[in-house]
């Protein structure tokens, strides 16, 4: 149990100079205190807003139910200058307390514990959850690290407070959590602000994705641990199943056991348009950033999502994977190359794949070129159409998950050997798809790199000042850099390396429309005149 610190009473001024002026400021260690003397009581408090800084002794005091109460002028925040509770606005008022002897006033300035301030930090962080206050987030994790914490404990509490609110499990704020903790890890040295982005960021998502949603509570029990039977309760959507083996996983062998039956059930069939595959490596990332105490919620959200995962294999784009699985012998000889798949749909990208099924390394390499080659050759106005029906709306981002799913490919088949034939089928039924959205003829020498490990030091810092207000966007402009960075790193002179880095720096320099006002209304009066 922590002990109370030693109070540390400084005498402030005489009582007859601020009973003439009715307030005044004093200094002392560093602090800016406001005293107020009002109705023969002495006050102290923090003369900084905690919202915003502005100057407590310029605000207005005035008696509310009792208590005395002080307004900051700037943005209308009121406390109570007897507890400092937030009677209108966010964070509290640090309140000193005072005393008057021998004519003198005195104020006690010792911090409270450490670790007082840290919990104190975090709830008020969790608080901040309720309305999505993003500033209200960064005050409180820069309190927290002041404190001495470790500002990945804002992380990990963020998880435990929201995994049970996704609705269908992992979101891409789980996703996009581990490469801003990489991004943090690099360049937090820099300065302070550098350091604080990333978890004020990974936090502020997850809040979002949580935000004004109830609680979807995970079904209770622990089942004795069976990979097989994991996989078998999540093909057949038992969820509590499911839930129960991820809970005697984590109890049991522990929750790195987890990592195969999961990615054999994410590649099972093409699913969630590759989420699931990458949901599987970034979960796994996080959890070895953070430690083992959120491996039971971040693979509790994992199976849920696995469970609800949608089947595109079953749709008509996509429904001969599942032939193409079954024939796959991993026989085929045929050299294969990226130009192969660039303009082939999904069925003939699949047999195409097949001829060249003896030889997985060339095989990713030709699909890994072809998807990155489609993104450099995207045609923007896709993007922008409002012509075509539901299945053409395409944008940036399906172009993207072509690298990030096979960056997820190479990490988690490196380590189950046996799902490379699902996976590479899988990368098939990508640039099958994104065949049909791209303009071969347009000019692409202006998005050429030099030096791919230039651009991305160069590149990557930027994102700590990125402007954009969606976080499925912004964790896409952060997910796709470090996949790409990842690979070129691992093979620097693998085919794929040039188009791979133009296509990173073309994204990087477009625009990516998210509202759709034109085309939302014609599809859906399209749709509605099809209801007949």
Excluded at 184 to 194: L, V
Excluded at 379 to 393: C, K, L, Q, S
Aim: proline share 5%; charged share 25%.
């Amino acid at each position: 149990m922590t002990q109370n610190p030693e109070p540390h009473w400084v005498e402030a001024m005489p009582l007859a100079a601020l009973d003439a002026a009715g307030r005044k400021i004093f200094k002392a260690d560093g602090k800016q205190i406001a005293l107020f003397h009002i109705d023969g009581t002495v006050h102290a408090c923090n003369n900084r807003c905690p919202h915003e800084g502005y100057p407590l002794i310029e605000g207005t005091v005035d008696r509310a139910d009792g208590a005395c109460r002080l307004t900051c002028n700037w943005h209308n925040w009121k406390f109570d200058l007897g507890s400092g509770a937030n009677q209108v606005g966010g964070d509290r008022l640090r309140i000193y307390p005072t005393r008057v002897r021998d004519g003198a006033v005195y104020v006690d300035i010792a911090d409270p514990p450490a670790d007082e301030r840290i919990e104190t930090a975090l709830g008020n962080l969790r608080e901040s959850f309720r309305d999505h206050n993003y500033t209200r987030m960064a005050r409180e994790i820069a309190r927290l690290k002041a404190a001495g914490g470790d500002p990945l404990e804002a992380v990990r509490r963020a998880v435990l407070w929201t995994h049970d609110r996704f609705e269908w499990g992992t979101t891409h704020a789980i996703a996009a959590a581990p490469d801003w903790l990489e991004l943090g890890e690099e360049h937090g040295g820099q300065d302070e602000a550098s350091a604080l982005i990333p978890v004020v960021e990974v936090v502020a998502h997850l809040a979002w994705d949580s935000l004004r949603w109830e609680q979807f509570p995970f079904a209770e029990g622990v089942s004795e641990f069976d990979a097989d039977r994991l996989v078998e309760a999540i093909e057949a959507e038992d969820e509590a199943e499911a839930l129960a083996q991820v809970r005697g996983a984590v109890a049991g062998p522990g929750w790195r056991d987890l990592d195969a039956p999961l990615t054999r059930a994410a590649l099972a069939h093409y699913q969630d348009f590759g989420h699931s595959l990458i949901y599987c490596y970034k979960t796994r990332q996080l959890v070895e950033r953070l430690g083992d105490g959120v491996a039971e919620p971040l693979y509790l959200a994992l199976a849920r999502s696995l469970v609800n995962a949608s089947r595109e294999d079953l749709i008509p784009e996509f429904r001969a994977y599942g032939p193409a699985r079954a024939a796959w012998d991993g026989a085929g000889g045929d050299p294969v190359s990226a130009e192969d798949f660039h303009a082939l749909n999904v069925p003939r990208a699949l047999e195409r794949a097949h001829r060249s099924s003896g030889d997985r390394t060339a095989l990713f390499d030709a699909l890994f070129a072809a998807a990155a080659w489609q993104m450099l050759h995207f045609d923007t106005e896709w993007g922008t159409r409002h012509d075509r029906p539901v299945p053409d709306n395409i944008n940036w981002l399906d172009f993207t998950h072509g690298i990030t799913f096979a960056n997820a490919v190479r990490a988690q088949c490196a380590r189950h050997e046996d799902l490379w034939p699902d996976a590479l089928l899988q990368m098939a039924c990508f640039t099958g798809r994104n065949a049909a959205y791209v303009d071969a003829q347009q000019d692409s020498g202006k998005w050429r790199v030099e030096d791919p490990e230039a651009f991305f030091e160069d590149l990557l810092p930027g994102l700590f000042d990125h402007a954009e207000p969606e976080y499925i966007v912004s964790a896409h402009m952060v997910k796709l850099p470090v996949a790409a960075r990842e690979e070129i790193r691992l093979r620097p002179g693998a085919p794929w390396v040039p188009v791979l880095a133009a296509a990173v720096n073309r994204f990087f320099h477009s625009k990516i429309k998210r509202k759709h006002v034109m085309r939302t209304a014609k599809q859906s009066l399209a749709f509605v005149a099809a209801e007949g």
